[in-house]
């Protein structure tokens, strides 16, 4: 699902110690709970879908100047590049772990689909790298699911890249 909504970078292996993602590019998060099961097929650094199917969450991470250099919104709407009939429902920039990140809640529609998705998305970036985390769910069920992905990014810190 969300893989049609995102051109991501291909990924490495996948790190997981006890619960927690490690990624190669130099930060990790924690796995919200065992109803999240990895997405082994997904070009993200990490995607989670819920085992009851209908939900999904994401960690990506694009390390390079470009990317980089780019603002924080247009990165964000390149990240929704797919969506169509979009309802804003939140738009905000917060503090995520000590730097600043767009936030934003939105309904629309996936390409290729015609049943509503509400998407919640994250985007920061440092001197390095850009870090995207998003949600996605139908909006009747969006708010069940929605603790786990708040707890998913704010387990967010960097670590030394290997």
């Not at 995102?6 to 927690?20: D, F, K, P, S």
């Not at 209908?54 to 990506?60: D, Q, R, T, V, W």
Request: proline share 4%.
């Amino acid at each position: 699902m969300l893989v049609a909504m995102i051109a991501l970078t291909a990924c490495a292996g996948r790190r997981i110690e006890n619960g927690v993602y490690h990624s190669a590019k130099g930060y990790r998060v924690t796995l919200p709970s065992p109803e999240w099961i990895v997405a082994d097929e997904s070009r993200a650094d990490l995607e989670l879908r819920h085992h009851g199917g209908g939900a999904a969450m994401l960690a990506n991470a694009e390390c390079d100047q470009q990317a980089a250099a780019r603002s924080r919104d247009l990165l964000l709407r390149q990240l929704l590049i797919g969506l169509r009939d979009r309802t804003p429902i939140t738009r905000e920039e917060v503090s995520l772990n000590g730097g600043r990140a767009v936030h934003r809640v939105l309904d629309g529609r996936l390409a290729g689909r015609d049943e509503s998705t509400r998407i919640e998305a994250y985007v920061m970036k440092d001197e390095r790298c850009v870090y995207d985390f998003v949600y996605v769910a139908p909006p009747p069920s969006f708010e069940s699911w929605r603790p786990d992905f708040l707890r998913f990014v704010e387990s967010f810190e960097r670590e030394r890249a290997d």
